[in-house]
């Protein structure tokens, strides 16, 4: 049974600073492209970030330079370092392979950038 758990979010300020992370379990971690998605209130879940099963990383163009994305294929984990937060940066955060998999939601992580 696959089970991704994201964890790491909370209530940071306007220009703070968070790391999320992703544990995989069930999966053969390595051999996917993985992504960071995320839904603000009212809108539709979108892919921020992803990471190719070498390495390669992408995001979208409101993160870039801020959200650094890697993987750590030898603990079945990812990250998602978030710098520089915008309060339009609140969502919750999820990961899932890239394509996604309807089956591997986990619950996601809150972020909320908020004075």
């Known amino acids: 049974q696959v089970q991704l758990v994201e964890s790491g979010g909370g209530l940071v300020q306007p220009g703070g600073s968070l790391r999320l992370t992703c544990a995989a379990s069930?999966?053969?971690?390595?051999?996917?492209?993985m992504g960071w998605y995320r839904q603000a209130p009212g809108k539709q879940r979108e892919l921020v970030a992803t990471?190719?099963?070498?390495?390669?990383?992408n995001s979208v163009n409101s993160v870039k330079g801020r959200f650094t994305i890697s993987r750590d294929n030898a603990k079945n984990t990812m990250y998602l370092q978030m710098n520089s937060l915008k309060p339009e940066d609140t969502a919750v955060y999820y990961c899932?392979?890239?394509?996604?998999?309807?089956?591997?939601w986990g619950q996601g992580t809150q972020v909320t950038v908020s004075s």
């Open positions: 990471i190719t099963s070498g390495g390669s990383t």
């Open positions: 899932n392979r890239v394509p996604s998999h309807y089956q591997y």
């Open positions: 069930g999966i053969i971690f390595s051999g996917y492209a």
